[in-house]
């Protein structure tokens, strides 16, 4: 499993992203992308989205991109979403893109879904946090603990 993002450094809730990085250090690889520094939003949309490609097409699987307007699920539709593809052999990929996002055309061809955490606007340090608790809920659920109650 691999979470790339987009982010000059760790930043806002670093301290608790570390936590689950070493919780899950075996199960997941964080993949850092330097943001591009320009001062036109499409060049850096397009630019972003192009790093991001180049690693989907390396690793040959499609991905599940973090979006305001993605799909929300539960945490235990989540982990059966991510189950499925994982029991089909699949490299579960999540990508969370830049300040302005990516380009929906561009990643079409290597796009599983699109993901939401919240319509509202977020910091992406406070995605990349939720998403590794819930990526670190998913594994407790899987193996079968108490950390998730339901």
Do not use: C
Request: net charge neutral; no cysteine.
């Amino acid at each position: 499993m691999k979470i790339l993002y987009i982010a000059d450094a760790w930043g806002h809730f670093s301290t608790e992203v570390s936590t689950y990085e070493k919780r899950l250090r075996w199960q997941v690889e964080w993949i850092r992308i330097r943001p591009v520094k320009h001062t036109e939003r499409a060049f850096v949309i397009k630019q972003e989205t192009l790093k991001v490609l180049e690693i989907l097409i390396k690793f040959r699987e499609k991905a599940y991109i973090l979006d305001e307007f993605g799909k929300e699920y539960t945490t235990m539709e989540f982990s059966e979403k991510i189950q499925k593809n994982r029991d089909a052999g699949k490299e579960v990929i999540f990508v969370i893109g830049g300040s302005f996002w990516l380009d929906r055309d561009i990643l079409k061809e290597y796009t599983e879904a699109y993901i939401g955490l919240s319509q509202f606007t977020l910091p992406h340090g406070l995605v990349l946090l939720v998403l590794s608790e819930q990526i670190y809920r998913m594994h407790e659920i899987w193996k079968g603990s108490k950390y998730h109650h339901e």
